[in-house]
């Protein structure tokens, strides 16, 4: 394809496309489509298609007389219309371009000269007619688009009814439906189809005036909003509030987009009105939103019309004013004098209204830094800066002939507003604008959010200082910054030093010394700013761009894209760059491939980047210290105390010597700036005032180190004009321009005189600054700026020797090394006195039963990876009092349960339905397996899904957990905040676990009886033998009345536990059933739910090492639970539980094994073997079956303590379980899997996107959706046709998904959007889950914006399907669920 500047519609048009890509039978559209009609059609279908088409115009645009009595066509008229507007699209579909080149010519065609052509009164009366016809008409449109004679016809007649039309549209006629996708703008939609290609747009733009119809449209729309002819807009006018000026912006955007339009806009003669009309829309936006300081009192309510203001200026009109750069390109060097002259005059006219002359002095204007009003909003300024630094970079020509300023102070003019936004971001910074509310605060993050918004203003704004102090005497420059910041009274004034500064109107010092540090970094970043004069190269501007965003934090391959400007993000060596200054992390499960910045490169840092945004300078600023602090590490230096706070200096340095921007650093050289200097450096050295800051010391030192570098290259350059240079660096409070020498002389002690404090110059300052403690880390610096100081004179240099010394840089360096290990020596040596008193403590406070404390970290790191394996009496601990829980067996005082979720889950029949529809070429033998493995895999007890408990591995206790729920429903009653308010449901009994926050449902109590399996039945056994021996030999003693209190106790524990029970069997039923009421025997759910779950465990071991000791600990909970309340099937005879197993509705084997063990208990393991083997003999897939059974027996009878069954040894199994040597099928148990998908996403597009719809049957499907589960392709956002148990009318999805698969668990990819979404519908919740697929960097694209080849990634579809498999949806929903999505409409 043909690359424009912001795309091309590809519609047929020979400039969308290369030729060189044709085929050989596809050569464009070189010859005439209607030579290819059918032949017995030729000589009527051009007369019947106008016949056609003049009826269809004479039903919607009726003639002049008509339309004045009825505007609006009728019911039937426009009925009438949309027939023939489909029947005329069936024919251009069926017949070809042959057909289509006939009714554009149909529609072109005019009865007269005199009379318009059909499209002509269509177009005129678009918004007239009903939405059915426009709908149908703007469809007819799309499809003869292909046809560049049409295209062209509706380019033009859209353009000789542009202002007419949108004058409509902007009063507010909208046909019937203002939720369009056009928004309202009925054919004026098609604009982005016709005007954004390069030669149709270009030919527009010279013979049918587009650019003056835009231009022209844009100031009629805005013309009711202006509040005075000559400005500012009215932001509480309709046409701003609801933006009915976008679609003209957008417009003129689509068409400066050609290099040649924006050029002929800049220097055609014959544009000049078009070029006058562009300039006055800058001029009548240009300061609008200015707001003043609150004093008083505070606002009530924050006022959202500075949202409008942003929106027509940074990203609506500037854009555009951007996009005339590649114009000003294409012109010579007096055309482009022409069109900044053009922008000079109209900024110089706004300039002359706005600013108030003073009566004295040398300012500009009259301003109040702490009463007047600010605004952000300059496109005058910014558009005079994008032509100028254009003009001046790419033709060469000087910044004072651009300006055409001879010596005026219109530089200074020029500068005044970009500088009072910089002081408005300062005040802000401080807190003084904290009565207007949080819309400025809010503003000062849109002005410097994102790269484009630096691109489009601050960029511009910090250019426009840079020309003043180019053009301008430096002392003006500083004393405008100086009033502006409210710092004049600061500094000293007519030679009269002052000690402590202070200024009226400033609350304290902490906000006065926050001013005098920006204000000093933006003196420096307008001295020493490369980026903005275009000083740099563009491989330079990419390195710096990319290193600092990944100073922010470790980016993927488009965030990094995104940090840097577009035009450097598309440069041919951003990858080579990219990976100069950063490695490469792996992609790890759902986190993409991410670069790092390299440890070298982190000397590039600069925490004064003005790209930064305050929180990215924050962000950035402690990840180098993060950094530092691991480089002095691995050197072998500094431990926790001795952690680096003082920032670097800022980078980089002036612009190069043969640059036009090289004389900048001359800002540096000003009595002003020097004093402020002095000031700074007096209060910290000797604390006169405030706290001063580390930040604002290094950038005073950085400034001197500054100044005296660019001393020595302006020597050796060029002389300087600035007078007493010598004097602002040796004696800053002397602004006189007396000699250095006897300045000196006046102020420094001689060599051998003992210092004296006062009187106090810089030099003496940094020396003294050299040799503090309180700034340590910075002595070096100033040390090395005493020295490049001293350089500047032999007087200053005697000094510096007399005081440091000829090493005095060196031995000050050494001293703070030598104060620094002192420190490190001192820190390790407290810390190890408090490890021993640590050590101490424990020992002397362990029981004699209790381990031994660890003695390293690197022994308790052990201990703790031990005891996530294994059950210990003091795994548990309750969540909610913190107290220890005795392992399995809780005191009969204090019962305890886990806390557990139990919800229905069909997993086991969809895994049973997915194992039975094996591919073809299976063997017979796997096709008879996996057949028994469904009809294993049946529910329970006949409904399609059963119940599947899972725990979070946190106990509580059972009053505890009464009291916490109790205290949830009143806070709900009383509309209170509480854990999970959005998402569960407390009819239902759930709740947030007060210590992970899953969502949970009921309690699993666990039993006084410590007894577990056989081990524990035959260790009980075995102690009370041991104690009845031994009350044997002992003498007879009265019984005490404790064992009556006991047992009481314990009574009062079962009664408790029995209670607990019978809710958790409550919960299963409620859950089983989808109702919050209850059940007369709900004993039976709490076996089926056993049976349930240990399968579920059973299918999910079948890939892994099968449950942990944890897992099978809960598993045992609930079969104690079971074993409890067990009601049913009577097991007391084998022929019984046989006759039930033969009938027609009886549940499956292991359904029935799981039915009598709960039934038996670990009381007779005999018994329940015996019952085991005839349940085995029935079983159709033996093996599945002998899994499932040997999990269950180790959950009952093992001991917990052991390890964890092999499920995989059948061998093991059938012995333990007694059933003999066995040989089952030596194969693969199918493990569960999602849906399998191809590997490349452009495959499964293609197969979804032609598929039908499974639910309605519309082919092809809506936008598709495919469910991950079975397959099935379903219309997302599509209303379901049946009816189902969900509130309103749910989409086709979550109809799916509540009556199919999961059971009320959906998970479906947006095939259009590349996008999983995870939906629970008896919810209406859901959540986005991220994609399976990835392109080249491991990096996910939503949305299908980028555009790049995506691949399967395996990682992530396995964590997809562990998600499904451990029914986890419903905890990852309650964790990122947003209630702002209609997810029914899924």
């Not at 892994?1104 to 067990?1126: I, K, N, T």
């Not at 499956?1148 to 083997?1173: E, T, V």
Request: contains cysteine; neutral net charge; charged residues 20%.
């Amino acid at each position: 394809m043909v690359t424009t500047g912001g795309g091309c519609c590809d519609c047929g048009d020979p400039a969308a496309w290369n030729s060189k890509g044709f085929c050989k039978r596809h050569k464009g559209p070189t010859d005439d489509p209607s030579l290819y009609l059918p032949p017995r059609l030729k000589p009527t279908i051009a007369a019947a298609l106008t016949e056609v088409v003049v009826r269809l115009a004479h039903l919607l645009a009726p003639t002049q007389e008509a339309a004045a009595a009825a505007p609006v066509p009728s019911a039937e008229d426009a009925a009438a219309a949309a027939m023939i507007t489909e029947r005329i699209r069936g024919l251009c579909k069926d017949l070809g371009d042959g057909v289509t080149r006939a009714v554009s010519r149909a529609f072109c065609e005019s009865d007269s000269d005199t009379s318009p052509s059909p499209l002509s009164a269509l177009v005129r009366a678009d918004l007239h007619y009903p939405q059915a016809a426009r709908t149908a008409l703007h469809a007819l449109y799309f499809l003869l688009l292909s046809d560049q004679v049409f295209k062209e016809a509706l380019a033009r007649r859209m353009i000789e009814h542009y202002s007419v039309v949108y004058a409509e549209y902007a009063a507010g006629l909208r046909g019937e439906d203002e939720e369009q996708e056009d928004d309202g703008c009925g054919v004026l939609s098609f604009s982005v189809q016709l005007f954004t290609v390069r030669g149709l747009t270009h030919c527009l733009v010279d013979s049918a005036a587009l650019l003056e119809t835009l231009t022209g449209s844009a100031l009629a729309c805005l013309a009711p909003a202006v509040r005075m002819p000559d400005g500012p807009l009215d932001l509480a006018h309709d046409v701003i509030k609801r933006r009915h000026y976008w679609r003209v912006f957008h417009d003129l955007r689509y068409v400066l987009q050609q290099a040649d339009c924006a050029a002929a806009l800049l220097f055609d003669e014959a544009r000049a009105g078009a070029r006058a009309a562009f300039l006055r829309l800058a001029s009548i936006i240009q300061g609008i939103d200015a707001a003043p300081r609150e004093l008083v009192t505070h606002v009530p309510f924050a006022s959202s019309t500075w949202t409008y203001a942003f929106q027509i200026v940074t990203f609506d009109f500037m854009p555009a004013a951007a996009l005339l750069l590649p114009g000003l390109h294409a012109g010579t060097q007096a055309q482009a004098l022409a069109a900044c002259g053009a922008a000079v005059s109209a900024l110089r006219s706004w300039l002359d209204r706005v600013l108030v002359p003073p009566q004295v002095g040398d300012d500009v204007c009259v301003f109040d830094p702490l009463r007047d009003p600010f605004t952000f909003h300059l496109p005058l300024h910014r558009t005079l800066a994008i032509l100028v630094r254009g003009a001046h970079t790419h033709q060469g020509l000087g910044i004072t002939d651009l300006l055409g300023c001879g010596g005026d102070d219109f530089p200074l003019r020029l500068a005044e507003h970009p500088l009072r936004i910089l002081v408005l971001l300062s005040q802000i910074r401080c807190g003084m604008w904290a009565r207007n509310g949080e819309g400025v605060q809010q503003q000062a993050h849109f002005y410097r959010a994102s790269i484009n918004s630096y691109e489009l203003c601050l960029s511009s704004d910090l250019f426009c200082l840079q020309v003043a102090a180019l053009l301008c005497p430096a002392s003006r420059v500083v004393s405008s910054f100086l009033r502006c910041f409210a710092l004049s009274a600061c500094i000293a004034v007519h030679g009269q030093k002052r000690a402590s500064p202070s200024a009226p109107g400033l609350e304290d010092s902490e906000r006065r010394l926050r001013l005098v540090e920006d204000c000093l970094w933006w003196l420096l970043a307008a001295a020493c700013e490369r980026d903005t004069c275009d000083c740099m190269t563009d491989v330079l501007r990419l390195r710096r761009c990319i290193v600092h965003a990944l100073c922010v934090a470790d980016l993927t391959y488009s965030q990094a894209a995104k940090a840097a400007p577009n035009a450097l993000a598309k440069h041919p060596k951003y990858d080579e760059v990219l990976h100069e200054v950063s490695n490469v992390i792996p992609a790890t499960g759902m986190e993409p491939e991410k670069y790092q910045l390299k440890p070298e490169c982190w000397a590039e840092y600069d925490p004064y980047y003005t790209r930064y945004h305050p929180a990215d300078a924050a962000r950035s600023e402690e990840r180098y210290f993060q950094q530092a602090d691991a480089r002095r590490r691995a050197a072998g230096g500094g431990g926790v105390g001795q952690r680096q706070r003082t920032p670097p200096a800022p980078r980089p340095g002036p612009a190069p010597a043969g640059s036009p921007f090289a004389a900048l650093p001359r800002l540096l050289h000003t009595h002003l700036l020097h004093s402020l200097a002095w000031v700074v450096l007096y209060n910290a050295a000797r604390g006169a005032v405030g706290e001063v800051s580390e930040r604002l010391v290094v950038l005073v030192i950085h400034y001197l180190t500054l100044a005296a570098e660019t001393h020595e290259l302006r020597d050796r350059s060029e002389k300087t004009d600035t007078p007493g240079l010598h004097v602002g660096l040796a004696g800053l409070h002397f602004p006189s321009g007396s000699d250095l020498a006897a300045n000196t002389r006046a102020e420094l002690s001689p060599p051998g005189v003992d210092f004296t404090p006062e009187p106090a110059s810089v030099l003496s300052l940094l020396v003294e600054l050299s040799c503090s403690t309180r700034f340590a880390e910075q002595a070096v610096a100033a040390a090395a700026a005493a020295l490049a100081i001293g350089r500047l004179d032999p007087v200053c240099k005697a000094y510096v020797d007399a005081r440091l010394g000829a090493s005095g840089a060196q031995r000050t360096a050494e001293g703070r090394t030598r104060r620094l290990a002192d420190s490190r020596r001192k820190q390790q040596e407290i810390m190890r006195k408090f490890a021993a008193q640590q050590r101490e403590f424990a020992r002397l406070h362990a029981s004699g039963e209790d381990a031994a404390a660890p003695a390293t970290a690197a022994e308790a790191a052990a201990a703790s990876d031990t005891a996530e394996y294994t059950v210990t009496d003091t795994d548990y601990v309750c969540v909610m009092c913190r107290e220890h829980v005795m392992g399995p067996a809780t005191s009969p005082q204090k019962p305890v349960g886990f806390i557990a979720y139990a919800q229905r889950t069909s997993l086991l029949a969809v895994a049973g339905a997915v194992a039975a529809g094996a591919p073809p070429e299976t063997p017979a033998e796997d096709n008879e397996a996996a057949a028994a493995e469904r009809e294993l895999l049946r529910p329970v007890d006949g409904p399609a899904a059963g119940i599947f408990v899972t725990c979070c591995s946190h106990a509580i206790h059972v009053d505890c957990y009464a009291s916490y729920f109790d205290s949830l429903v009143t806070r709900q009653a009383n509309r209170e905040e509480f854990e999970g308010r959005l998402f569960v449901d407390l009819r239902y009994g759930e709740f947030c676990c007060p210590a992970c926050r899953r969502i949970a449902n009921c309690i699993l109590p666990l039993t006084t009886d410590d007894g577990n399996g056989d081990a524990g039945v035959a260790e009980k056994e075995k102690g009370r033998q041991t104690q009845q021996r031994e009350q044997e030999h002992q003498p007879q003693q009265p019984q005490p009345q404790q064992p009556q209190l006991e047992q009481r106790g314990a009574e009062t524990e079962r009664l408790r536990f029995a209670r607990a029970a019978s809710a958790a069997a409550q919960r299963f039923y409620a859950v089983q059933h989808r109702t919050p009421g209850r059940a007369l025997a709900p004993a039976p759910y709490v076996a089926s739910a056993l049976a349930t779950t240990v399968a579920v465990h059973e299918l999910r071991s079948r890939d892994s090492s099968g449950p942990d000791a944890r897992v099978c600990a809960q598993l045992h909970s609930l079969f104690r639970l079971a074993c409890a309340g067990a009601s049913g099937y009577s097991v007391d005879r084998k022929n019984e539980l046989l006759s039930l197993l033969s009938t027609a509705r009886s549940p499956c084997a292991f359904s029935a094994l799981a039915q009598a063990a709960c039934q038996i208990g670990y009381a007779d393991p005999a018994r329940l073997r015996a019952i085991a083997a005839s349940c085995f003999a029935r079983a159709r897939c033996q093996r599945v079956f002998l899994r499932r059974a040997a999990l269950l027996w180790h959950i009952a009878f093992a001991s917990l303590a052991g390890p964890p069954p092999n499920l995989d040894d059948c061998a093991a199994a059938a012995s333990r379980l007694g059933l003999g040597c066995l040989s089952p099928a030596d194969r693969t148990l199918p493990a569960f899997a999602l849906v399998p998908l191809p590997e490349q996403y452009i495959t499964l597009f293609q197969q979804c996107t032609d598929a039908p719809c499974a639910c309605c049957g519309v082919a092809p499907a809506r936008d598709p959706a495919l469910c991950l589960v079975c397959g099935a392709v379903l219309c997302a956002r599509a209303r379901a046709a049946a009816a189902v148990e969900l509130p309103g009318l749910p989409g086709e999805c979550s109809a799916h998904a509540a009556s199919r698969c999961l059971c009320g668990v959906g998970v479906f990819l947006l095939v259009r959007h590349a996008e999983v979404i995870i939906l629970l519908p008896y919810r209406g919740s859901g959540c986005r889950w991220g994609s399976m697929y990835v392109d080249e960097h491991k990096e996910p694209d939503l949305g299908l914006k980028r555009g790049r080849p995506l691949f399967l990634d395996e990682g992530r579809y396995e964590q997809l399907r562990a998600l499904v498999l451990a029914h986890d949806a419903e905890n990852l929903c309650s964790q990122h669920h947003s209630p702002f999505v209609r997810w029914l409409d899924f």
